[in-house]
């Protein structure tokens, strides 16, 4: 039922649903325009880091053992042969 009521009240306002129609399609182009693009920045220097984390209680020696077994896993990918 309230659907009905919505839209009767589009056909009631035609003139001011279509103003808004074009001022959004209108907005929309412009920060199309001004937006940057892309999804890297222009200053991309090819390095992805990130960082391992372990539980609390575990010991150095499984936390050592887990990065290794990490650098292995990630030493498999081509393009990220080099790690530090």
Same mark, same amino acid.
């Given at each position: 039922m309230k659907h009905?009521?919505?839209?009767?009240?589009v056909l009631r306002h035609q003139p001011f649903v279509l103003v808004v129609t074009i001022a959004t399609v209108c907005l929309n182009v412009?920060?199309?325009?001004?937006?940057p693009k892309g999804f890297? &920045?222009?200053?991309? +220097?090819? #390095?992805?880091?990130?960082?391992?984390?372990g539980p609390q209680d575990i010991s150095f020696a499984a936390m050592k053992q887990k990065e290794l077994m990490?650098?292995?896993l990630s030493?498999?990918? &081509?393009?990220?042969? +080099?790690? #530090?």
């Open positions: 009905m009521t919505v839209a009767a009240m412009f920060l199309f325009i001004i937006v890297f &920045p222009q200053q991309d +220097t090819g #390095i992805i880091n990130g960082t391992i984390q990490y650098a292995r030493g498999r990918i &081509p393009p990220s042969s +080099t790690q #530090i």
